[in-house]
Nanobody, 125 residues
């Protein structure tokens, strides 16, 4: 069982930056693939970024590539999402998720076993 807690969301102007954190309970954090997803009002939850268990493989949605960076610290049991050059269309609730299959680097929601409660990111124009 893994519990995930996100933090770092807030209100920011377009062009600004935020850093989201997701801290996991339990001792097996380093064996999980970790992903970030987001959901805007009235829309489906969508993939943002994913990082494999060791941190050497990452994938990004085209909409955030070059602006967002996912990273992890397996000592601190934490995954991060650095978001730069934010746009109003980035406004959403951001969720971190853990996939217990360490050899999979998935971009789809149903691959993930555990989810955080979400943190709101609002980008004003």
């Amino acid at each position: 069982q893994v519990q995930l807690v996100e933090s770092g969301g807030g209100l920011v102007q377009a062009g600004g930056s935020l850093r989201l954190s997701c801290t996991a309970s339990g001792r097996a954090f380093s064996s999980y693939t970790m992903g970030w997803f987001r959901q805007a009002p009235g829309k489906e939850r969508e993939f943002v970024a994913v990082i494999n268990w060791s941190g050497d493989i990452t994938y990004y949605a085209d909409s955030v590539k070059g602006r967002f960076t996912i990273s992890r610290d397996n000592v601190k049991n934490t995954v991060y999402l650095q978001m730069n050059s934010l746009k109003p269309e980035d406004t959403a609730v951001y969720y971190c998720a853990a996939d217990s299959d360490r050899w999979r680097v998935a971009t789809y929601t149903y691959a993930y076993d555990y989810w955080g409660q979400g943190t709101q990111v609002t980008v004003s124009s």
